[in-house]
């Protein structure tokens, strides 16, 4: 991330963030809050604990850097998400700035602009339980659109056809790699969730408010019970028969 600098004041602020981690005052997952958020203090763990303090230098560079990188990252991958191809934004699914190797297991690779990308929520959230947990460096155990010369088709075929009334979306695995990144992130009810959301308009409002919910929740974090709940209820609505 550090070409996406313009200063040496922006440069001391990620590097500061960087050092953070690696010396171990700062989880990755709370050091990513912190570019994530900037502000004059983060306050992580127990009150007992000093908060972690950022000048207003710091705060604007890290905004800067942040508004950069989803420009970057928007526009390299077109305004799709990373792994299912439908569109991300204003007119598409709600998104979080991914890490293909989770900043949890892999701390140093954080603030690495090669691991990051774009991904829709129920990609992120599926990656988090069924991949990240398990993955080693290397062997991602599904597509990682990061690598060089990556081509999607090569992996999977991806099919939208939409009407005036009705939207479909398929996915066709072309490889192993393909075929488990369809099995991993759930696609099959990405078929259906499209498939019933186009011809139910309050089914398509509900998962609407739930993915608007679940934006600014960490699909990582089992003890979010509210989180995990509707979750479970997305996934069901899209398994009626």
Known sequence: MKTLCKSDTET???NRLTNLVKDGTLSSTNAWTCFSVPKSSHQFGKPIVPPVVFSEAEQASLKAIKKRLVSYLVQSGRGACAYCKRPVGRYGFGWHLEHVYAKSRFPSETFVLSNLTIG???????????????????????????????????????VHIATESLSLVKYLPQHPIGEQTWTSLKFSEIERATLIDS????MAGLHARVNDFLLDR???DEDDQIATLLRKLQSAMYRLK
């Open 218 to 220: 960490d699909p990582s």
């Open 120 to 158: 829709c929520v129920d990609c992120n959230r599926w990656k988090a339980t069924s991949v990240d947990r398990t993955c080693t460096k290397g062997q991602l155990g599904i597509i990682d659109p990061t690598t060089k010369n990556f081509r999607y088709g090569k992996y999977i075929k991806y």
């Open 12 to 14: 001391e602020a990620l």
């Open 199 to 202: 011809m139910n308009a309050e």
